[in-house]
């Protein structure tokens, strides 16, 4: 059973929906371009080490949200979703940066357990999962879902597990059979289309929204400007933004 910050992540991603004019159950288009231009919230998309996957940083009265571009692009679309889902529920951006453990649910932290549900939420809706699945689904549907909304086959057990279309005997053979990749050789079996999106099109990093072109971050990022200045001419606190670009970038 879910529990409440589960519900309110939930609830928050259904509301972006609504309030954002996104069908309820369609898979979204392009994530960025809604994050970019109906939140209006910038993006930079850049290399950082493996082990994380993004940050949401306060700016000023707005957000800045990252994304490790060393990932693969369905990892970077729920890393993505997981940061706004920091900024839509109103997070205070004192957890600034997520690591791959966070997003993979190994958490007891009640905002990345919202945000998290958050992502899930807006970017799998539960009730189109109800709708298209029965019970207990096979691998090939798992990775059918997937593709239909540009997630791994990882999030698509997730989804089946929230929706409680699993038994405990089947879920588990899903997940050894996740383990050992067989996703992976059914998918290029498949030759499913992958999701042409922003994200998707992404050829060189760092990726910076237009909103940054120009700006002091723009300045860090190629080494130009000093973080303390780059925060003063933002109205960031230095601390964050050196923790989400220095501490980010050590590898």
Not at 28 to 55: F, M, T, W
Not at 80 to 107: F, M, P, S
Not at 221 to 250: I, K, N, P, T, Y
């Amino acid at each position: 059973m879910a529990g409440p910050d589960s519900n309110r992540g939930t609830k928050r991603a259904r509301e972006a929906r609504a309030e954002l004019g996104v069908h309820p159950e369609a898979p979204l288009p392009c994530l960025l371009e809604l994050v970019e231009e109906s939140v209006g919230l910038p993006v930079v998309v850049r290399r950082l080490p493996r082990e994380i996957a993004g940050a949401c940083v306060p700016c000023g009265d707005s957000r800045l949200l990252w994304v490790n571009g060393v990932h693969h692009v369905v990892r970077q679309r729920f890393t993505l979703a997981h940061e706004l889902g920091h900024a839509w529920c109103g997070h205070d951006g004192t957890v600034a940066v997520d690591t791959i453990e966070t997003l993979n649910g190994t958490t007891t932290t009640p905002y990345e357990i919202q945000a998290n549900a958050f992502a899930a939420e807006l970017l799998v809706p539960l009730a189109a999962v109800k709708r298209l699945l029965g019970p207990d689904p096979s691998l090939e549907e798992l990775v059918v879902l997937g593709a239909h909304y540009g997630v791994s086959a990882w999030v698509a057990l997730f989804r089946c597990q929230t929706a409680e279309l699993l038994t405990e005997e089947h879920g588990a053979r899903l997940r050894e059979q996740l383990e050992e990749g067989r996703h992976l050789e059914l998918a290029a079996r498949m030759d499913l289309p992958e999701l042409d999106d922003g994200l998707a099109r992404i050829e060189r990093l760092p990726y910076l929204s237009r909103s940054l072109e120009g700006s002091a971050l723009a300045g860090i990022l190629a080494g130009e400007v000093s973080v303390d200045d780059a925060a003063q001419a933002a109205g960031c606190e230095a601390d964050a933004l050196r923790g989400a670009v220095v501490a980010l970038e050590a590898s």
